[in-house]
């Protein structure tokens, strides 16, 4: 199990910055590795990539040098463990409701005595057999960060019982679907989501325990690291080819480019 340089951070109370990556080309993830991402979201709940696909790219990611935090869906939990099984150094938990719920997660991605982890130990965490079983569990357990996401009012109001279960590291703010569950989809800067942020921020800060959330731009990151977040997640792959296309469609036009016929 290697060292993890996210957990790492937070130990220091350093910022770590994340994107997210929905495409399946090994040669991204590595490309993230290699220019110093400190770590790559890899989205298992809302897009199609199966487990095969998955460790493909941890594995490049992890020539890269770098991390992968990935996120299976809600309750599901042998996803979960298979998942940090090939590779990823931390699990992203949605939809967490209670405290219950975040212990489950817990149980699901740390060994005994901290939780109840099925052991396998031929897969690239370990790596293939190669580290004793007791030096496996400890670093594994050491070593793998769970964030829990809090997305909805009432898991907001359970954030502070889910920020003081041992295991889990980071609060993460769902800013979409929370303002969705909220009433005000989309208007992430409304009171209600702003008072919600707060709160879970507060109720990571008394429990000794980071959280964070998506930043939109700089300016969005730098006010969160002020309110103390230091999860940060920008930049998605998807945006990025659709931002550059848009860009050339608008520097060509006036050359007399069309596009889509118009």
């Given at each position: 199990m290697r060292p993890s340089k996210i957990k790492a951070k937070l130990a220091c109370n350093e910022p770590v910055l994340i994107c997210c990556l929905h495409l399946v080309d090994p040669s991204l993830y590595e490309l993230a590795g290699l220019l110093g991402w400190d770590g790559i979201w890899m989205d298992l709940e809302h897009h199609a990539t199966g487990l095969e696909t998955a460790a493909t790219l941890i594995r490049a990611a992890r020539a890269g040098g770098t991390e992968?935090?990935?996120?299976?869906?809600?309750?599901?939990?042998?996803?979960?463990?298979?998942?940090?099984?090939?590779?990823?150094?931390?699990?992203?938990?949605?939809?967490?409701?209670?405290?219950?719920?975040?212990?489950?997660?817990?149980?699901?991605?740390?060994?005994a005595p901290l939780g109840c982890r099925g052991f396998d130990?031929?897969?690239?965490?370990?790596?293939?057999?190669?580290?004793?079983?007791?030096?496996?569990?400890?670093?594994a357990n050491a070593e793998t960060f769970v964030v829990v996401q809090i997305e909805s009012p009432q898991a907001v109001e359970q954030a502070a019982d889910i920020a003081a279960v041992p295991g889990v590291d980071v609060l993460f703010v769902g800013p979409a679907d929370l303002s969705l569950l909220a009433g005000v989809p989309g208007q992430f800067d409304h009171p209600r989501l702003q008072e919600a942020i707060a709160q879970v921020a507060a109720a990571a800060r008394q429990a000794g325990k980071h959280w964070g959330m998506p930043a939109a731009s700089r300016e969005q990151a730098r006010?969160?690291?002020?309110?103390?977040?230091?999860?940060?997640?920008?930049?998605?792959?998807?945006?990025?080819?659709?931002?550059?296309?848009?860009?050339?469609?608008?520097?060509?036009?006036?050359?007399g480019?069309?596009?889509?016929?118009?």
């Open positions: 992968v935090m990935a996120r299976p869906g809600k309750g599901e939990f042998m996803r979960l463990s298979r998942l940090l099984e090939v590779g990823a150094q931390g699990i992203m938990y949605p939809r967490c409701d209670d405290a219950a719920e975040a212990r489950q997660v817990v149980a699901w991605a740390k060994f130990g031929s897969n690239p965490d370990a790596p293939y057999c190669l580290t004793g079983m007791a030096e496996y569990v400890a670093r006010q969160l690291l002020e309110q103390g977040a230091r999860f940060i997640c920008h930049g998605c792959d998807l945006l990025m080819v659709k931002e550059g296309m848009q860009r050339i469609q608008q520097e060509f036009r006036p050359l480019f069309r596009f889509g016929g118009g």
